[in-house]
Structure formats: C-alpha cells, structure tokens
C-alpha cells in the first residue's frame, strides 16, 4: 500500500506530548521582569490622526511607556516589507505601500496599531490604553472589491491611481474572445469570494528582550518562516547584522498562512523593550486578532465559459479583482 494512503494510520510523533499538555507556545514564555503591552488601535477605516495626548496615560500606576508613531519614526527604523516581482498594467513594478510598524499621520484600516502601551500587567496596560486621548479626522472610506479599481473610486494613495497595485494576465486573450464571440453556447456568471480571517488556536503572540550589553534581540514568536522573518526584520526594518536577532519559534497553534511574515506588533514590541530596559510580551486577543490579522479571499470574479454543439468547452475566462487589503503582506499578492 502507497504511504499515507487512504484510512492507513499516520503516526505523529509530536502528538503525545502536545495532547497531554507539554507543548510550548509562546505565551508558555515568561522571562525575568518581563513586561506587557497592549494596542490603542484604529476605531476607523480611514482618518487623519490630528492630535494625541499620552500624558494623562504616562501617569497611570505601573505604566513604563507609551509609545506613538512619532516614536517610531523619531527611532529611524525601516518599513514592513515583501518581495515585489509582479508587475502594474503600464508594466511598471508593482506598488508596494509604505507600512512602518507604528503610524502616526493616517490610519487606513480598522484596528490599526497607533500607539502602545507598556506596563507591568496587562490591565494596567489596557487602563492606559483608554486614557490615551487621540482625535482623528474621518476620510470616505471603500468597502466593494467589484468597484475598487473603478477611477470614480477615490485611492487610498496617490501613487496608485484606481487601486490597483499589481496587474496580471495569462492565456490567449485574443483567442479566447474570439471562441466566445463565436460559442454555440456560453455560461457566464459573477461571483464573490467573501473575506474570510484566520481563527487559529493560539492567536499571534510575542516576547521581546533585548540585551543592551550584546546589542542583541532575542524574539520568541509564534511564526512560520523564521529565516526569511529574520531577514526582514534585520535586513530591512533594524538594520543590523542577522547575527544580533535570534529567533525562537517554538509549537505554532495553527497558523494557515497567516502567520508566514512580521507584523507591526512584533517590531513594535522589540523597540519597546529596548527602550525600557524590559523583555516586552504581547499576545493578541481574539477579538483584536479578527482587525489585525491579515485576511484572505475577498474577491470579486466575471467568469465565462464556451461551449461548441457538443457541450464541449472550448475556452474560459475569469476577469477577478482581489482585495490586497490597505497594505500587501510580503506574500499576499502572489
């Protein structure tokens, strides 16, 4: 019988010890004097942040830091980041928004990370978060796929007009449109795709120390691809050798992909712990983690079949637009 085939037993080695209570995710992780931090995140799709107040927050008991974009950016680390090898209609590069792990000009998604918070518990944290005052100017935002590329629909950035960030075709169009002009039968049909989100077992979740006398980041982290996360985040967002992070990734509670690239938590948590002087832990709610994780499907699709006397199909076409979200994950738009 072929390997794994159909009703044959596959044994899993990890199973025992996962089962029975003995895995290590990364909330397992507690490390001396550590630390929590909790997100004020964005209650709107779009808005210009006008003003924040932190002081009334910095006061609070236990509170260690509270930390904005301003912070971030006053910090000079790079952007989140992903490889670009697709393309735009004119054949141009593919436009990658700009994505810091902190914002603070413009929110442009529900549940946005614009500040946080640092303090000894978790609900001291979270007392801090709502004493944080912040005003926000609200901006039309845009819910349909089917009409995003429309060029009556307004674009969420200015260096990419209609929407659209990649372009992409396959196949024969011209003999395709040709068998559908010429079809004894065609079948066409719209479709939506709805968004759906990732509802792991263990949500996202980090703890962040960083050694002041190696000049070292240590992150234990629920993650997928850890060498290539290593690459980004050394590489592109700290700008530093790889050999000054290391990376633990211990048992991952489901992940689907989603999982597969950093997030703003992460970085913003490896500051916040250089900047107190404390290993830092985050782990994400379930109810923040359905704003702040990254979404799949959401797309909109015209598809067409031809058919000859027979019901032989002669040709197919699928025109589809997807929803990339306000900023491409590093493996989204593959």
């Known amino acids: ?6 009703s044959q037993p596959v044994t899993q080695v990890e199973a025992p010890r996962l089962v029975t209570g003995r895995g290590r995710y990364t909330d397992d992780v507690n ?12 209650p709107h799709a779009h808005a210009d942040i006008v003003r924040i107040d932190k002081s009334a927050a910095e006061t609070l008991p236990g509170v260690l830091a509270v930390l904005t974009g301003e912070d971030y950016a006053a910090d000079g680390l790079g952007e989140i980041i992903g490889g670009s090898p697709l393309r735009r209609r004119d054949g141009s590069q593919m436009y990658r928004p700009p994505r810091p792990a902190m914002i603070r000009d413009r929110v442009r998604h529900v549940g946005q990370s614009i500040a946080l918070v640092v303090a000894e518990t978790a609900n001291q944290a979270k007392d801090a978060v709502e004493a944080i005052e912040i005003d ?16 009556a629909t307004p674009s969420l950035y200015d260096a990419c007009p209609n929407n659209e960030p990649v372009f992409a ?26 968004r759906v989100a990732a509802n792991t077992m263990e949500p ?5 120390d960083y050694d002041a006398g190696r000049d070292h980041y240590t992150v234990y982290a629920c993650l997928q691809r850890p060498y290539i996360w290593r690459t980004i985040m050394t590489k592109h967002i700290f700008g530093i050798p790889e050999n000054c992070m290391t990376i633990i990734a211990g048992d991952v509670g489901g992940s689907f992909g989603m999982k597969s690239a950093p997030y703003p938590e992460y970085i913003a948590a490896l500051v916040a712990s250089r900047l107190t002087g404390r290993p830092v832990k985050w782990c994400d709610e379930r109810s923040d983690s359905f704003l702040s994780d990254q979404h799949g499907r959401d797309s909109w699709a015209d598809a067409s079949l031809a058919f000859d006397e027979k019901g032989r199909i002669l040709a197919g076409r699928i025109i589809s637009q997807s929803n990339l979200g306000a900023y491409l994950s590093p493996v989204g738009p593959g």
Not at 31 to 42: G, H, M, N, T
Not at 136 to 151: G, I, K, V, Y
Not at 172 to 181: G, I, K, M, Y
Not at 204 to 208: D, G, K, L, M, P
């Open 1 to 6: 019988m072929t390997r794994y085939g159909i």
């Open 31 to 42: 490390l001396p004097r550590q630390a929590v931090a909790i997100f004020l995140r964005s």
């Open 169 to 194: 075709e396959h196949g024969d169009a011209a003999a395709v449109d040709a068998a559908l002009d010429n079809a004894a039968h065609v079948v066409q049909e719209n479709f939506v795709v709805n």
């Open 136 to 151: 926000f100017a609200s901006l039309p935002a845009h819910l349909s796929t089917a009409e995003a590329n429309d060029p």
């Open 204 to 208: 996202r979740a980090v703890v962040a």
